[in-house]
């Protein structure tokens, strides 16, 4: 089936330093949704993008629609141990079936 | 303000049970998703539905599973006669709107079939 590719696969990170974390799509969004995940419980919506080019912030996070539809990008700035997690992105293939990402999973070490 | 209550948390079946999942969505959203997750692994569409219709169930596996979503009470996923590789966590995401709209998830049903 569709599937959003997201990279890196996992990444391990000291706490203070930023990160960073892609999604591509073969096909156009019209939207991009940002999840987290932490262990055992189910996604958190982060952050909603609506149009081309946007770019849009969550407190420490930051996030951007791609020019082309087709990517969407998110940025942790500053990373704490809380932020540890898979990070997922979500977009509709259809106008009923939200597709996920691959998915992120950030590891942050002291 | 609840968000999206899903029932049980964990459920434990012996194959060829019945596993039947609830899913309350957050007030005020008709729409609802199910998805299953597998261990290490993103999370798989199965059904949408709209109060009383089935929108889109290209997910759903043939046999054995089925969804519904009453006029009244909450949406329920039924799997029958469960199988080891049913295990999986199944979560409940609800939005206000179809669509491109936000979609806001329960906390999952983990269930584990021995």
């Known amino acids: 089936g569709q599937q959003l590719n997201q990279s890196p696969q996992s990444m391990f990170i000291q706490e203070g330093e930023d990160v960073s974390m892609n999604c591509t799509s073969s096909?156009?969004?019209?939207?991009w949704l940002w999840y987290k995940q932490d262990p055992g419980e189910g996604p958190v919506l982060l952050i909603a993008l609506y149009k081309a080019g946007e770019l849009t912030s969550n407190g420490r996070l930051t996030a951007q629609f791609g020019i082309t539809r087709k990517d969407s990008f998110l940025n942790i700035s500053a990373s704490i141990p809380s932020d540890v997690g898979i990070y997922f992105c979500a977009g509709p293939y259809t106008a009923s079936k939200l597709t996920f990402g691959t998915g992120t999973r950030l590891q942050v070490t002291l | 303000n609840a968000g999206v209550m899903q029932n049980p948390r964990h459920l434990v079946r012996r194959r060829g049970q019945e596993a039947r999942l609830r899913c309350s969505p957050m007030?005020?959203?008709?729409?609802v998703y199910w998805y299953r997750q597998l261990p290490e692994e993103g999370l798989k569409f199965m059904v949408y539905?709209?109060?009383?219709?089935?929108?889109?169930e290209s997910g759903m596996p043939k046999e054995r599973f089925s969804a519904e979503f009453p006029k009244e009470g909450p949406s329920i996923l039924r799997i029958q006669q469960v199988v080891r590789g049913d295990s999986a966590a199944y979560f409940c995401a609800s939005s206000r709107a179809g669509g491109n709209t936000e979609a806001f998830f329960g906390q999952g049903t983990r269930l584990t079939v021995v």
């Open positions: 096909s156009i969004f019209n939207t």
């Open positions: 539905l709209q109060k009383e219709n089935i929108i889109d």
């Open positions: 007030k005020g959203h008709s729409h």
